[in-house]
């Protein structure tokens, strides 16, 4: 069963949701059977990569806050992220355009890194203090921790080309599949979750989709040649 989950690196509901997921299916008795599979979503794709603000200058603009409610917001979030057992910044983070980032958990996923770098992804933006923003030996040094090559993460770094329209395919099927937000999770491409939900939701969810698959119906025409585990039939010379 394959399990896909849109998200961003600037969403921390996503780092939450994430962190919800993965102790649901680290209880699911089928955990070995379940592929999972990051898609990225921007929620800010119209940001240029040099335009990087305070965190809670963006929320006050973009949401009409207050600095004291975005800071409450934050305060809250940051409760939250400690429940699952996260690191969370509360104060003096910043936000910026994460295109870059995506391209590289494409690169990631080609390695099969793919978890390891979004992790570090997470945990660099939310819970450590240097910015990943508009910043590439920051994402080089996280990358290469997460084990890709250096000198492939720069190459794809210096390319702004480089899995681009593998970005953009994740948001363009996202749209299809009708998520408006992130996190967004779907199992076997049957069922969706939206939002950072509880993990008795996502433990319910993979329960209810690994119990729904359906059985492979094979079509046959008499017996035929086959190799198995013991080799292959080799038919009597004539």
């Not at 969403?11 to 990225?40: I, M, Q």
């Not at 702004?160 to 996190?183: F, I, K, S, T």
Request: with cysteine; proline share 5%.
């Amino acid at each position: 069963m394959r399990v896909e989950i849109w998200s961003d690196i600037a969403c921390p509901w996503c780092y939450v949701g994430k962190a919800r997921f993965e102790k649901a299916l680290a209880a699911f008795p089928h955990r070995d059977g379940v592929e999972v599979v990051h898609r990225s979503f921007e929620l800010d794709p119209g940001r240029a990569k040099d335009d990087v603000q305070p965190v809670l200058t963006m929320l006050a603009k973009k949401y009409g806050m207050s600095p004291a409610q975005a800071q409450a917001g934050e305060d809250n979030l940051g409760t939250q992220a400690a429940a699952e057992g996260l690191e969370y910044r509360t104060r003096d983070r910043d936000h910026g355009n994460t295109f870059d980032m995506h391209r590289l958990l494409h690169l990631a996923k080609e390695h099969g890194r793919q978890d390891e770098l979004i992790q570090r992804l997470y945990r660099a933006n939310f819970a450590e203090e240097r910015s990943v923003f508009n910043d590439d030996e920051r994402l080089v040094g996280i990358a290469t921790d997460a084990g890709l090559d250096e000198a492939e993460v720069r190459k794809v770094l210096a390319d702004p080309g480089a899995y681009a329209d593998e970005v953009r395919a994740d948001e363009r099927e996202a749209a299809q599949l009708g998520a408006g937000g992130v996190p967004f999770f779907v199992l076997d491409r049957k069922y969706g979750v939206s939002g950072a939900q509880p993990t008795e939701v996502f433990e319910r969810a993979l329960t209810q989709a690994w119990g729904e698959r359906s059985p492979l119906t094979l079509i046959e025409d008499g017996a035929a040649d086959a190799c198995g585990p013991d080799g292959c039939a080799v038919p009597p010379r004539a």
